[in-house]
């Protein structure tokens, strides 16, 4: 009878420490799986990557393992580009020639002509009271387009010595009030005289009775007037040096 028992209590022990080794290798299994990562089928990850979901690393050049040192050096290397801001301050053009050229001109012009009427003037000075004498062009006597010929010769305008109606064909048309600037010549009698406007009132001439002197337009002379005629101011400029 107690033998039995002590079967009995000894199988139970053997069943209860059986069950008790099953549970715990159970539970230590359960954390082991628990803890391994999961691994992916080939294919699966293949996907992933194509989707954009996981990228493949990329293998590094050893050349360039340092991406942004090489990157500055590149930035801060001297560039060769050419100023052209100074290249075009410092280049002539021929549009500022083409522009001051007139201006230039007038300028050249302006001073010839004062050259010219200050000889001019010194020139009729010098023969007032000279007598007259038709066809003679000085030194002693004048007509009147000897006179005209002997002082623009005098004032550095080497004109012919002709007449004056071939002075009325040579020269240029004024009229307004270029007409009673000094220096223009004024025609008298048809082309038969010619004299030297001083201003709107007087002229210079080789009067038949008076000689070398200045006279008044008013009265006499203002209802003989056939017109005037100037020598261009172009050829002044060219001849007064």
Known sequence: MFTKKFVLFGLCAI???CAFTALTFAQTRQRIVGNNPIIKPQSESTELVNSGVYSRPRAQNPSTTNTPLVKQTVISQPTTRRNLTNDLLVRPTVSSKAVNAPAANALNATSSMAMFNGRLENAMNSKLGIRYHYGSQGPNTYDCSGLVWSVFNQAGVPITR???ATFWRE???VYGDDRYKFGT????NKLGHVGIVIDENTFYQASSSKGVTYSKFAGYWEK??????????????????
């Open 15 to 17: 069943f209860c420490f």
């Open 162 to 164: 002709t007449s004056a």
């Open 171 to 173: 020269f240029e048309p």
């Open 185 to 188: 010549l004024v025609f008298f």
């Open 224 to 241: 003989r007037i056939v017109g005037f005629r100037r020598v261009p101011v172009e050829t002044l400029a060219a001849m007064v040096k």
